[in-house]
């Protein structure tokens, strides 16, 4: 049947694959393979129906706004009861794999069936009824969580989009895609956290979209939790590469095409480098700004060595001994690295520039070591730091003390 007698004008939000089932039903077919490929060239109108076309071999065709069809649910239908009562046609959102609630009526949508409790096919008669009879506007539909409304509410906003301004701005399939990235490495479902099938299946699409919120819910807490638990199960934790200790998770938050999207993600993630990453962070890191750099808490050990004057050697016994707060760790290729606090850096710094040790005391006071040790035992001259002191091996003296003490002396003779 080439010539249809019912021609029905497309709604605004109506999906393509359910536009067919209404088409077919107005003209009393069978089903919707009865169709041909010319009856979805009737009207230019039709060209704003959103979602790919399945399951119709001669019909099939991708979504005519570019988003990947592994976004679309297109094997089990969901509606919202409500919605379907008040229009009598099937919105595109409903479609989409992360849609969950009806941004309106702010319930769940349902994917089967309440008197026949199968789920829900794109292959039957009548676009209000399932295929053993039942009226579909008939069903009951449960409150739906904030997390499920809020993301209905944005893919619906980016769907009332000009058809041309979504393929430009590909806004909608960067939401859809955060929404699985945060949702499945939080959840953690498989060893490869994006491989996650099962997606038509409506449960599991909320569980990833309800996780996915709560990554930024309790911001940057629940964030910085959300790291060091995708570090723990798909990276190597006690890592100094943060490619290796985030595992591919750091690839994908700092992809070329999600970079602006995804901006608050990546402030967190420098903003948790900063303040408690532990390993190094280099300069030809192209993917962090030179901030994150510049104000990271951790300075590399050759680094702080450089700054106080003191050898890298000197630098990692103190760690050793645990009188610089810092790390010290053995790569693979059995090279050791670590780091210095910034603080404990300034510290070091603020003594090095006051101070001097027991050595340059004795060649400013012209005397010997037993002399320095009699001074000492006499009161005349405190050290700031040794063995008695803070248990430190060498003797370090305020630069001031010196200087005093040897103008006193100079006096005398």
């Known amino acids: 049947m080439k010539q249809l007698l019912?021609?029905?004008?497309?709604?605004?939000?109506?999906?393509?694959?359910?536009?067919?089932?209404?088409?077919?039903?107005?003209?009393?077919?069978?089903?919707?393979?009865?169709?041909?490929?010319?009856?979805?060239?009737?009207?230019?109108?039709?060209?704003?129906?959103?979602?790919?076309?399945?399951?119709?071999?001669?019909?099939?065709?991708?979504d005519p706004g570019g988003l990947p069809v592994r976004h679309w649910n297109t094997r089990r239908p969901r509606y919202c009861p409500a919605c379907l009562t008040e229009s009598g046609h099937w919105r595109a959102a409903w479609s989409l794999n992360f849609c969950v609630a009806c941004p309106l009526h702010k319930v769940m949508l349902v994917d089967d069936c309440h008197r026949c409790s199968r789920p829900l096919k794109w292959h039957r008669t009548q676009v209000a009824q399932c295929a053993c009879g039942a009226d579909l506007r008939q069903r009951e539909a449960v409150g739906a969580g904030e997390h499920a409304i809020n993301l209905a509410c944005q893919i619906a906003a980016f769907l009332r989009e000009p058809l041309k301004a979504q393929e430009s701005a590909r806004g909608?399939?960067?939401?859809?895609?955060?929404?699985?990235?945060?949702?499945?490495?939080?959840?953690?479902?498989?060893?490869?956290?994006q491989k996650v099938g099962g997606l038509h299946e409506i449960a599991r699409a909320a569980r990833i979209v309800d996780s996915a919120s709560r990554v930024v819910d309790d911001w940057p807490h629940s964030y910085f939790q959300f790291l060091e638990d995708v570090a723990s199960r798909y990276g190597r934790p006690g890592?100094?590469?943060?490619?290796?200790?985030?595992?591919?998770?750091?690839?994908?938050?700092?992809?070329?095409?999600?970079?602006?999207?995804?901006?608050?993600?990546?402030?967190?993630?420098?903003?948790?480098?900063?303040?408690?990453?532990?390993?190094?962070?280099?300069?030809?890191?192209?993917r962090l700004s030179a901030d994150a750099v510049d104000a990271h808490a951790w300075v590399p050990i050759t680094a702080a060595a450089k700054a106080i004057g003191w050898s890298i050697a000197r630098v990692r016994q103190g760690i050793a001994?645990?009188?610089?707060?810092?790390?010290?760790?053995?790569?693979?290729?059995?090279?050791?690295?670590?780091?210095?606090?910034?603080?404990e850096l300034v510290r070091l710094q603020q003594m090095e520039g006051t101070s001097l040790d027991l050595l340059s005391a004795c060649r400013a006071l012209r005397v010997g070591k037993k002399r320095i040790h009699e001074l000492m035992e006499l009161?005349?001259?405190?050290?700031?730091?040794?063995?008695?002191?803070?248990?430190?091996?060498?003797?370090?003296?305020?630069?001031?003390?010196?200087?005093?003490?040897?103008?006193?002396?100079?006096?005398?003779?």
């Open 172 to 193: 909608l399939q960067l939401l859809l895609e955060r929404a699985w990235l945060l949702g499945a490495y939080r959840l953690q479902l498989t060893t490869r956290a």
């Open 379 to 413: 009161g005349k001259l405190r050290p700031l730091s040794g063995p008695s002191v803070d248990g430190r091996k060498t003797w370090v003296f305020h630069r001031l003390d010196v200087e005093q003490l040897g103008e006193f002396v100079a006096s005398r003779r």
């Open 321 to 343: 001994d645990g009188k610089i707060r810092g790390t010290v760790q053995a790569r693979p290729s059995g090279r050791m690295t670590g780091v210095v606090h910034r603080d």
């Open 6 to 62: 019912v021609r029905p004008l497309p709604a605004d939000d109506e999906s393509a694959q359910g536009y067919l089932l209404r088409l077919a039903a107005a003209n009393v077919l069978a089903n919707t393979g009865a169709l041909h490929p010319e009856h979805l060239h009737m009207h230019d109108s039709q060209a704003k129906l959103r979602g790919p076309i399945n399951g119709i071999k001669t019909l099939n065709r991708p």
């Open 239 to 286: 890592s100094s590469s943060i490619m290796s200790h985030f595992g591919p998770l750091y690839r994908e938050l700092f992809r070329g095409d999600r970079h602006g999207f995804n901006s608050d993600l990546r402030d967190g993630f420098e903003a948790y480098l900063r303040t408690r990453w532990r390993g190094q962070l280099a300069r030809r890191n192209r």
